[in-house]
């Protein structure tokens, strides 16, 4: 069980935008910022987004975060079949003083 | 360009040790924070430990408190964590992740190693 809460799997069919959900606590999502990784199959984590809604250079603006409260979120636009990833949201959690992930959401382009 | 390379996994029986290392270079090691993430297999991500710049804070998961050592030597731009006691859950891909600044609250992971796998089985 993760600490943050994330939905399985999510699926769009090429140009949709799809959105997924990354939910915490007061300890982690609602005191620090939010970061997604993009895992593609075989490979290793790739930082997708930092501080809530930045993006590191080399991401398309495709890609764009927000957080409110206790709850952020990932949303793409323009879907590609090179986004099929698993996505992971994470933060610093302050009660547990540690990261914590979310259980990653695998991302199906139809 | 930065590059992290992680050696020193393998196939250990349970209660058994290993070090891993984390060879890293394209940044001034020193001013940053590492971390260790951990995957097992077909699951999601799970931070594991991280060392301030300094090698003076270090920071465990619950799960591996006691077992887990995490250290650094910064003349050598290496990254290290000493398991011992290792169980069959500690099966997993071991990342070396690199910290976007020296300490570790509001920062984030920037740089990932390609991984090392541990395989805990008698």
């Known amino acids: 069980q993760s600490v943050l809460t994330q939905p399985p799997s999510a699926s769009g069919t090429p140009g949709q935008r799809v959105t997924i959900s990354c939910s915490g606590s007061?300890?982690?999502?609602?005191?620090?910022?939010v970061n997604w990784y993009q895992q593609l199959p075989g490979t290793a984590p790739k930082l997708l987004i930092y501080?809530?809604?930045q993006r590191p250079s080399g991401v398309p603006d495709r890609f764009s975060g927000s957080k409110s409260g206790t709850s952020a979120s990932l949303a793409i636009s323009g879907l590609q079949s090179d986004d099929e990833a698993d996505y992971y949201c994470?933060?610093?959690?302050?009660?547990?003083?540690?990261?914590?992930f979310g259980g990653g959401t695998k991302l199906t382009v139809l | 360009e930065v590059q992290l390379l992680e050696s020193g996994g393998g196939l250990v029986q349970p209660g058994g040790s290993l070090r891993l290392s984390c060879a890293a270079s394209?940044?001034?090691?020193?001013?940053?924070?590492m971390s260790w993430v951990r995957q097992a297999p077909g699951k999601g991500l799970e931070w594991v430990s991280a060392?301030?710049?300094?090698?003076?804070?270090?920071f465990y998961v619950d799960s591996v408190e006691g077992r887990f050592t995490i250290s650094r030597d910064n003349s050598k731009n290496t990254l290290y964590l000493q398991i011992n006691s290792l169980r069959a859950e500690d099966t997993a891909v071991y990342y070396c992740?690199?910290?976007?600044?020296?300490?570790?609250?509001?920062?984030?992971?920037?740089?990932w190693g390609q991984g090392t796998l541990v395989t805990v089985s008698s």
């Open positions: 992740a690199k910290t976007s600044g020296f300490g570790v609250v509001g920062y984030f992971f920037d740089n």
């Open positions: 501080s809530n809604s």
């Open positions: 394209g940044f001034t090691f020193s001013s940053y924070a």
């Open positions: 994470a933060a610093w959690d302050d009660s547990l003083n540690g990261w914590v």
């Open positions: 007061s300890s982690n999502i609602g005191s620090n910022t």
């Open positions: 060392i301030s710049g300094s090698g003076g804070s270090t």
